[in-house]
């Protein structure tokens, strides 16, 4: 599923001199039915690794394979955009991230809603200190995913290869524009468990969080929510508040004298969207993210989400199920 998306970030980049040179599986026998669908070479990841001529590689794999094949393609001297969460453990992470340090090539991980421009202003809003301190965040994540969806792949729902479930899978994005926005939590109260899914990993959780400043945040989410609802995300200060559901902003509430970011246009609400169904989500967020990676490479900077930031919210999370118990 998410393979599609990449590739049609990458068409977009046409204009950047961006092509898509080949698909990689790990099925020989399934190379000539991808050959079909995307027109172009399906080939095993030794022989992409060893193609002088491919410059990034994209991996859209189970989670738990991330940390491997993104070590072995910056050994091989290639960029890596991964998708979320770049890795199941914070030691594999920081392997990634040393090692490309020392190879010199980047790292991007697909946390793409921090370059989507609403997130964007959010966060200018933020270091202006239009909202003044920040007191307390809220994230809600009411979401659906039927039985029939994880059992569609082996790997789904799995500690091993899924690492964890509504919040390493699906909750990760929204968790990370909390901390993008509030910082890292240094302490953690949390529950999680699995009820109505046949599954490893938790269909529901609920956390706490502080952070150095004294704020508070908490989360909760679940997978097991009748059709799904939109995520919900929230910040209030000392001079303001913002409430976002799905893609939009509901409400942006604050000091018209001595705030500095104009408000964008405020919708209605939105559909349940991905709350509801994993495929209801724009492409243009992995096309912006991936233009930002080719960005960093011809101009030797780091991408905006590199794998210090992609580090981030798999740090809070982890320390979500460590404080449930979970691990």
């Given at each position: ?42 080939r ?64 991007a ?13 959010i ?9 003044g301190?920040l ?95 939109p ?75 590199d ?12 320390g979500?199920?460590?404080?449930a118990?979970?691990?």
């Amino acid at each position: 599923m998410i393979a599609e998306y990449h590739r049609k970030a990458v068409l977009a980049q046409a204009g950047l001199g961006v092509e898509l040179a080949a698909m990689v599986h790990h099925d020989a026998s399934q190379f000539a039915r991808i050959v079909e669908r995307y027109g172009v070479p399906c080939r095993s990841f030794d022989a992409v690794l060893a193609d002088r001529s491919i410059d990034i590689v994209s991996l859209c794999t189970p989670s738990g394979q991330h940390a491997q094949q993104a070590l072995a393609a910056i050994a091989a001297g290639k960029h890596v955009l991964v998708e979320k969460p770049m890795a199941l453990s914070l030691a594999s992470a920081d392997a990634m991230i040393a090692a490309a340090d020392e190879r010199g090539v980047c790292l991007a991980v697909a946390l793409q809603r921090r370059v989507d421009p609403l997130f964007r202003r959010i966060k200018d809003a933020l270091e202006a200190g239009d909202l003044g301190e920040l007191t307390l965040g809220v994230v809600t994540l009411p979401y659906f995913r039927n039985q029939a969806y994880y059992d569609q792949a082996e790997w789904r729902g799995t500690w091993a290869l899924d690492g964890g479930g509504v919040l390493m899978n699906q909750g990760i994005h929204i968790i990370d524009l909390l901390l993008w926005y509030m910082g890292d939590p240094v302490l953690i109260h949390a529950g999680a468990d699995t009820l109505h899914r046949h599954i490893e990993v938790e269909d529901v959780a609920a956390a706490a969080l502080r952070f150095s400043s004294g704020a508070l945040a908490t989360i909760a989410a679940t997978t097991a929510a009748g059709q799904g609802f939109p995520h919900r995300l929230e910040l209030y200060g000392t001079q303001g508040g913002i409430q976002v559901e799905g893609e939009g902003v509901v409400r942006w509430s604050v000091d018209p004298e001595t705030a500095t970011i104009d408000p964008p246009d405020l919708s209605a609400g939105a559909g349940a969207g991905a709350g509801g169904d994993p495929r209801a989500i724009s492409t243009a967020g992995h096309e912006a993210i991936l233009a930002d990676l080719v960005g960093a490479i011809r101009e030797g900077r780091s991408p905006a989400i590199d794998g210090r930031e992609g580090r981030r919210s798999l740090a809070a999370i982890i320390g979500i199920y460590e404080a449930a118990g979970l691990l």
